[in-house]
Every structure is written in C-alpha cells, then in structure tokens.
C-alpha cells in the first residue's frame, strides 16, 4: 500500500472514531434527557390518576351529588311498589293502544 | 554549514520539547492519581432515586393509600450571591414566608431544609428559578385519595417512610419503598448522562384488602351520625361478610392512625353476649328450648346480692328470656351450666384470645378462669358484665352464629403478595365448630324474635329479616370501684337477612350522652346501616315492602 493511502486510511479511521465517540456521548446525554422526562411524565401521570382516585371517592361523589344534583339517599318511604291493585293499573288508554288501530295496515 | 544549521533546529527543537515532555510526565506520571481523582469529582455525580412505598388497595382494586415521587428542597445559603434578592423569589415559587427564607438564607450552616414534600407544581417553579445553592432531594408521599377513610385501621406513616401504626406497620417490611443510586457524568455545561443503565428492581408488591370501600363509607357515615348526635367517648363499626370471615368496614371514633378502638379496645359487652351464653346452654342441653325459668325479680343471686330485670317478668320460655333481654333468666341457667363449661365454650367463641389479624396491639379481651370464678361472676358473665371482648370478638361470635356455627378467622388482607383474589370467594378459614346446626337455628330464632318483638325492635329493617341483640352493659368506675350509674356502653349485634345472612354487623358506642340503651342508641344505627349495604347488595326484599301508593302529580 502506497504511503499517502495509508495516511488517509489511518486519518478516515482516527475520524470516525472521534465521531463515534461524539455521537455515542450525544445519544447518551439524550437517553439521560428521555429517562428523566418519562419520570417526569409517569409521576406527573400518578398525580392526575390520584387526584382521579379523589374524584371518584364515595364521600367526594356524594358531596356532589348532594351540592350540584340536589341528591339524597333514599329513605324508606322512597320506595313505591307498584303492586297488583294498584289502582293506576290496567285502567286506562296507554298510548300504543290509542294509537294502535291507526298503526294497523 | 548546512550541518551546523541543521543541528541548531535540531537542537531549538529538542529546547521546546524537553520541557513540554517534563511537564507531561509531571501531570501523565508522577501527579496522575490525584488529578484523575479532581476530575472524576468534578465530572461524576450520584443520584438517588426512589421506588415509592406499595399501594393499599381494597377488595375491588380501589385504592385505599399510595405514595407517589416527591422533592424536598434545600438550601446552600453560602452559593447565594445576592441572598436578599433571591430570598423573595424562592418564598414566592415554594410559598413560603419571606422572612423565614430570608432568616434561612443568612444562616451560617451549609445545609438548610427550605421545605419537604414539594408539590410537582412547586417543583417545576423551583427548576425554573435555575438558582445556585437550592438542590432536590428524591422523597416520597403517602397519599389517601378518600381522605380519612379507614385511617385507624390504615394507620400511618412517618416522614422516612416507614409505617408507624396500623396495617402500614404491620406490612412495613413489604410495603416499604427502595432507594436505588444511579452513577452520573456531568458535562462542563451541568448536563448529564448515566454512566451505567440503573438495574431494574422490582416495585413493593400492593396489600389488597378485604376492605370493601363503599361499605367503609356508609359505616363511617353512619358512625359520624351517631357521633354527632350521642357525642361518645369512643364508637366502633364493623361489618363482616359471615360466610367467609371477611372484613368489609371497620369504621372507628375517634378517627386517630395511632388507634383502632375496634380491635384494641375491651369493654364488657352487656346483653348482646347472652346469645352466646345461651348457645352454651342449649349446646349443653342443660334447659329444654320449651322450658320456662322463673324470672322474676329482684333476685338474690349470692346473700345481698340482688338481680334486676330492666321490666318485671314472671316465668319465661328461653325464647323470651332473649326477647326481652332477662339477666335473671340468662344468669339461672348459666348456673345450671357451671364455670367450667361456660367458660369453655366462651373460649370456643373466640373470646379471650386474639385473632388471627396480627394487628399491632389488638387486645384479646378479659377472661376471669374458672377456678376463680363464683356464682356472682358466673350470673354476672352470663349477661356480658365482669367479662371484657373487643368489637371485633364479639363481630366474630355473630358471624359463627350466621354460618351456621362455624367460627371463621377474620380477613382483613386478601393478598400481601400484589396478586388479586377475585373477590366473590366466599370460602373461609374455619377455626373451629361452636355449636351444633340445630343449636345455632333455635338460637337465631331467638335473635330474629328479639328483633321482631324484644328490645331490639329499632333494628328492623323493612322486607328482610334481621336476627340480632342489643346490649346496654354499665361501666366499671375506676374511682369508686363500682359500676357507674352514668356511663355505659351501647351496642347493637346482628346478622340480616336472618335467613340466609351476608353480612353481620356491629355497633358498639361507648359513653353516649342523652340515651344509653343499646336499643335507643345502637340498634337504630345497624337499621340504618344495614338498609343501606342491602341496597348497596343488591339484596332483594324477602317479603313485599309495605307499599306507600304514590302521590305524583296527575298531569304527566
């Protein structure tokens, strides 16, 4: 091998090496920058899920229920069974009989 | 002269390296360890990161107490270079008060916390300052995003980390967070790279409970209810599925993380412990169940030692004894039954023994032996007075009842080991039989008729059967060495639906103040209660309800 093809030869390879180098320390201050900001992000993510969690407890559901709803636990008396002899049963045109005979072909 | 010309560069050459060469054998050689050494310090750092403490979950999944990643910040105040400038900016990004971070950025030590437990929004105000001499510290903060439920049972954790009561202590070896350090390179400009990928290490495993939490909120309502109204000294609510000895509430006042009134606290538990004296009588088939004892009273149980029924009664068949809470009745035919087999199958019941919980200083109640019992003390335990069980005994001894006489040990952790165990298992861990199956039915007949016509009238609950007892038990007076006329303890035990029971609970409140009776204080508790988690259930009506015809208005 010529003595000049050797020198680019070494010189090509010393380059690359250097750029190897710069490029492996580049992506690894990068990756560092990743881990931390999905750190960042998983624990940002964990104080929306708990804040969520806070939400949706029975006490916090209950106080809007109660404020922004106007809603109660029912009571015994809350209860209203429609029983067989109720008197509002089977006494009167529904409103699919009514429109029954015209709904006929 | 060529020669001579090439030997003067040679040698103006050999001048300058020489030197050179001395001076880099000095740093490369002689001086090489201890400037490695600057260098490394100044380029490598560690860091600290934290695996945050295991979460505490209930039956369902839903989360009961979790820590999340926090930041403590503090201060070099001797990096400060303009203190009474930066002072205002730090208070104003952390919210602190200005003369206290002034008065901290003039101290003389190098190390001064600013503040723990940071807030993410905080330490994004923080970074953002870019200020010399304020550093992070990786911390960690336990949250309970239902605010205090559960807290006596959850108990807490200190500012290391580490559980200091209740479940939190008593699972601290596996609940326990890790640190782990990460070695870092640090650049001229301050960035950083990890100069070994940090290895992977397993989180703490989660503590899954048997806890259900909208039952723990309904008993906690219903507790803060009668808190609110009778004021006592302190209350307890649990509630147990009797079919497999789950826990599914354990609700206490006064709310407190170093205290759990429900497991620690022994108090005499008064007439609600007459159905199990009474299941020692039929199990021993010292009284036939259609025999009727004279109850009535006074009665003089030793010589001046008198007796009282709370209403005068004359004969009475088992079944009343119990309806009508008789102490003569109940005391007569503890003494038929002798010391030594009432207290054996006291002790079968669980009382006088702790369970199988492993809570941290969860008492195992107060039994008088035998052989030192008398004939006061035996009438006197029979009716639940000289004898001391914690709520969570006597939760126990009912839901052996509701089984069908079988004594399970309490759940409280499904799972330790992060896994889930599907929560419609409904097989328990027997510890021993108490009673026959025909003992335990007549005695829930018994419960159920105490319900429907006795003293425990207020505990109805309207289409289902409710078996239960109420107990009014008087208060030993450590001054005076006598019971007190003043103060006494009101509870309420009971299974429902009677018939075939998913869920026992009990009601114990201690030093009401107006009322006392079990039947005025906690039996309207456990209707309450129980209402409630049947709905919550979806326990169908045994019976029809009464019907209330509706009064809506006509025009629709």
């Given at each position: 091998?010529?003595?000049?093809?050797?020198?680019?030869?070494?010189?090509?390879?010393?380059?690359?090496?250097?750029w190897?180098?710069?490029?492996?320390?580049?992506?690894?201050?990068?990756?560092?920058?990743?881990r931390?900001?999905?750190?960042?992000?998983?624990?940002?993510?964990?104080?929306?899920?708990?804040?969520?969690?806070?939400?949706?407890?029975?006490e916090?559901l209950?106080?809007?229920?109660?404020?922004?709803?106007?809603?109660?636990?029912?009571?015994?008396?809350?209860?209203?069974?429609?029983g067989?002899?109720?008197?509002?049963?089977n006494?009167?045109?529904?409103?699919?009989?009514?429109?029954a005979?015209s709904?006929?072909? | 002269?060529?020669?001579?010309?090439?030997?003067?560069?040679?040698?103006?050459?050999?001048?300058?390296?020489?030197?050179?060469?001395?001076?880099?054998?000095?740093?490369q050689?002689l001086?090489?360890?201890?400037?490695s050494?600057?260098?490394?310090?100044?380029?490598?750092?560690?860091?600290?990161?934290?695996?945050?403490?295991?979460?505490?979950?209930?039956?369902?999944?839903?989360?009961?107490?979790?820590?999340?990643?926090?930041?403590?910040?503090?201060?070099?105040?001797?990096?400060?270079?303009?203190?009474?400038?930066?002072?205002?900016?730090?208070?104003?990004?952390?919210?602190?008060?200005?003369?206290?971070?002034?008065?901290?950025?003039?101290?003389?030590?190098?190390?001064?916390?600013?503040?723990?437990?940071?807030?993410?929004?905080?330490?994004?105000?923080?970074?953002?300052?870019k200020?010399?001499?304020?550093?992070?510290?990786?911390?960690?903060?336990?949250?309970?995003?239902?605010?205090?439920?559960?807290?006596?049972?959850?108990?807490?954790?200190?500012?290391?980390?580490r559980?200091?009561?209740?479940?939190?202590?008593s699972?601290?070896?596996?609940?326990?967070?890790?640190?782990q350090t990460?070695?870092?390179?640090?650049?001229?400009?301050?960035?950083?790279?990890?100069?070994?990928?940090?290895?992977?290490?397993?989180?703490?495993?989660?503590?899954?409970?048997?806890?259900?939490?909208?039952?723990?909120?309904?008993?906690?309502?219903?507790?803060?209810t009668?808190?609110?109204?009778?004021?006592?000294?302190?209350?307890?609510?649990?509630v147990?599925?009797?079919?497999?000895?789950?826990?599914?509430?354990?609700?206490?006042h006064?709310?407190?993380?170093l205290?759990?009134?429900?497991?620690?606290?022994?108090?005499?538990?008064?007439?609600?412990f007459?159905?199990?004296?009474?299941?020692?009588?039929?199990?021993?088939?010292?009284?036939?169940?259609?025999?009727?004892?004279d109850?009535?009273?006074?009665?003089?149980?030793?010589?001046?030692v008198?007796?009282?029924?709370?209403?005068?009664?004359?004969?009475?068949?088992?079944?009343e004894i119990?309806?009508?809470?008789?102490?003569?009745?109940?005391?007569?035919?503890?003494?038929?039954?002798?010391?030594?087999?009432?207290?054996?199958?006291?002790?079968?019941?669980?009382?006088?023994?702790?369970?199988?919980?492993?809570?941290?200083?969860?008492?195992?109640?107060?039994?008088?032996?035998p052989a030192?019992?008398?004939?006061?003390?035996?009438?006197n335990?029979?009716?639940?007075?000289?004898?001391?069980?914690?709520?969570?005994?006597?939760?126990?001894?009912?839901?052996?009842?509701a089984?069908?006489?079988?004594?399970?040990?309490?759940?409280?952790?499904?799972?330790?080991?992060?896994?889930r165990?599907?929560a419609?298992?409904?097989?328990?861990?027997?510890?021993?039989?108490?009673a026959?199956?025909?003992?335990?039915?007549?005695?829930?007949?018994?419960?159920?008729?105490?319900?429907?016509?006795?003293?425990?009238?207020?505990?109805?609950?309207?289409?289902?059967?409710?078996?239960?007892?109420t107990?009014?038990?008087?208060?030993?007076?450590p001054?005076?060495?006598?019971?007190?006329?003043?103060?006494?303890?009101?509870?309420?035990?009971?299974?429902?639906?009677?018939?075939?029971?998913?869920?026992?609970?009990?009601?114990?409140?201690?030093?009401?103040?107006?009322?006392?009776?079990?039947?005025?204080?906690?039996?309207?508790?456990f209707?309450?209660?129980?209402?409630?988690l049947?709905?919550?259930?979806?326990?169908?009506?045994?019976?029809?309800?009464a019907?209330?015809?509706?009064?809506?208005p006509?025009?629709?």
């Amino acid at each position: 091998m010529k003595p000049v093809r050797l020198a680019v030869w070494i010189g090509a390879s010393i380059f690359f090496c250097a750029w190897q180098r710069i490029q492996a320390t580049r992506l690894s201050f990068e990756l560092e920058q990743r881990r931390r900001a999905v750190l960042e992000a998983k624990s940002r993510n964990s104080y929306l899920r708990l804040e969520l969690q806070n939400l949706h407890s029975p006490e916090s559901l209950a106080a809007s229920a109660r404020q922004h709803l106007g809603m109660l636990p029912p009571t015994a008396d809350s209860l209203i069974v429609l029983g067989e002899n109720h008197p509002r049963k089977n006494t009167g045109p529904t409103l699919l009989s009514w429109l029954a005979p015209s709904l006929r072909p | 002269m060529l020669k001579t010309r090439l030997h003067l560069c040679a040698a103006l050459s050999l001048f300058c390296t020489v030197p050179l060469g001395a001076r880099l054998t000095q740093l490369q050689v002689l001086q090489h360890r201890a400037l490695s050494a600057i260098a490394e310090s100044r380029v490598e750092r560690q860091t600290v990161e934290l695996i945050p403490r295991g979460r505490i979950l209930d039956r369902n999944g839903e989360v009961l107490a979790e820590s999340l990643p926090s930041w403590s910040a503090f201060l070099d105040p001797s990096a400060l270079k303009h203190p009474e400038r930066e002072a205002p900016r730090l208070a104003a990004a952390l919210g602190l008060d200005r003369r206290t971070v002034a008065l901290k950025a003039k101290r003389a030590s190098r190390f001064v916390w600013l503040k723990q437990k940071l807030t993410p929004e905080e330490v994004a105000r923080l970074r953002a300052l870019k200020m010399e001499g304020v550093g992070l510290l990786a911390d960690e903060r336990r949250y309970n995003p239902n605010g205090e439920l559960a807290l006596n049972l959850l108990g807490g954790v200190g500012a290391d980390g580490r559980g200091l009561a209740g479940l939190e202590l008593s699972f601290d070896s596996k609940l326990r967070g890790k640190a782990q350090t990460i070695d870092l390179v640090r650049d001229g400009l301050g960035k950083t790279m990890t100069d070994s990928m940090p290895r992977r290490s397993d989180p703490p495993a989660d503590l899954v409970l048997s806890l259900d939490r909208s039952v723990q909120h309904y008993a906690e309502a219903a507790l803060k209810t009668a808190v609110e109204r009778y004021r006592p000294a302190w209350a307890s609510i649990l509630v147990q599925d009797p079919r497999s000895g789950d826990i599914l509430a354990m609700a206490s006042h006064p709310r407190d993380p170093l205290r759990n009134p429900a497991i620690e606290q022994a108090f005499e538990p008064g007439s609600t412990f007459k159905a199990v004296s009474m299941a020692a009588v039929l199990e021993e088939g010292v009284a036939a169940f259609d025999e009727k004892i004279d109850c009535s009273g006074p009665w003089e149980v030793v010589p001046r030692v008198f007796i009282r029924d709370h209403e005068p009664s004359g004969p009475l068949s088992l079944e009343e004894i119990m309806s009508r809470s008789s102490n003569i009745g109940i005391a007569k035919l503890a003494l038929r039954l002798g010391a030594d087999r009432f207290h054996r199958a006291v002790r079968a019941f669980g009382f006088g023994t702790k369970t199988a919980l492993g809570l941290p200083g969860e008492s195992g109640g107060l039994l008088q032996s035998p052989a030192s019992k008398g004939r006061l003390a035996l009438a006197n335990n029979a009716f639940g007075q000289g004898l001391a069980v914690t709520p969570l005994q006597l939760l126990g001894a009912y839901s052996a009842l509701a089984n069908g006489g079988s004594l399970l040990e309490p759940r409280l952790v499904l799972s330790s080991e992060g896994g889930r165990r599907p929560a419609e298992e409904t097989t328990g861990v027997p510890v021993r039989r108490v009673a026959s199956e025909d003992t335990v039915r007549r005695i829930v007949r018994m419960l159920e008729a105490v319900v429907e016509r006795g003293t425990g009238i207020s505990a109805q609950i309207p289409g289902y059967s409710v078996a239960g007892k109420t107990g009014t038990s008087q208060k030993l007076d450590p001054e005076r060495r006598r019971y007190s006329t003043v103060h006494y303890v009101a509870s309420f035990a009971g299974f429902i639906p009677a018939k075939q029971p998913r869920l026992t609970i009990v009601v114990v409140i201690d030093s009401p103040k107006g009322q006392y009776y079990g039947a005025e204080v906690a039996a309207p508790v456990f209707a309450t209660l129980g209402r409630q988690l049947l709905a919550l259930k979806g326990i169908p009506p045994e019976r029809p309800l009464a019907v209330r015809w509706s009064s809506a208005p006509k025009r629709l």
